[in-house]
C-alpha cells in the first residue's frame, strides 16, 4: 500500500511539473523580447521600394512587435552618410531606433543587446546580406559577425 501511494504521488508531482518546466522554460526563451513587447519600439526603416529581403526585414521586425514606420526612397545614400555608415559595413537598408542605427539584417540578439546595455555608439552594422538573417532566405551557414560603430570606426560588437 505504502509504495502504491508513493507512486500516485511521484505520478501526481510528475504531471504537475510538467507544465511548469515548459512555462520556465518558455519565459526563458522569450525573455530577449520582453523589453520590446514591452515597450512597443518604434523604428523607421529606410528601404528602396522594391527591395523584397528588405520586405522581409520588415515582416520580421513586426512580427517582433515593433512599430515600423517604412520610409520608401530611390537612393540611401543620403542616410547611409548623415549616420557615418562606411561602405564596408552597409546592408540594403538602415533602421532607426531610438538614438541607434541598425544597419542591415541584424537578428533580433543584437537589438535586444542594444536596448539593453545603451552603449555610448552610433549604432550596430551587420554589413552585406549573410543567408538565413531575417529577411533572408536559407540556413545559417557561418556566424554573424555584428559591428558596433562610432564616427564610421567599427569593432566587433557580438558573434551570433
Known sequence: MSKKNN???LTIITIFSIPFFYIINFVT???DAV???????????????SCGC????????EKENFKV??????????IKQKYTIPLEMQSCHT????KYFIEGHVPLEAINKLLKERPDI??????????????????KDEPYVIYQLVD??????MTI
Open 122 to 139: 552610433d549604432g550596430i552594422a551587420l554589413p552585406g546580406m549573410p543567408i538565413g538573417t531575417p529577411g533572408m532566405p536559407g540556413d
Open 7 to 9: 507512486l500516485i504521488k
Open 29 to 31: 526563451e522569450t525573455k
Open 152 to 157: 564610421g570606426k567599427f569593432s566587433v560588437f
Open 35 to 49: 523589453a520590446n513587447i514591452n515597450n512597443k519600439q518604434i523604428v523607421e526603416v529606410f528601404k528602396t521600394p
Open 54 to 61: 528588405c520586405n522581409g526585414y520588415v515582416l520580421f521586425l
Open 69 to 78: 514606420k517604412q520610409t520608401d526612397m530611390r537612393s540611401l545614400h543620403t
Open 95 to 98: 533602421t532607426i531606433l531610438d
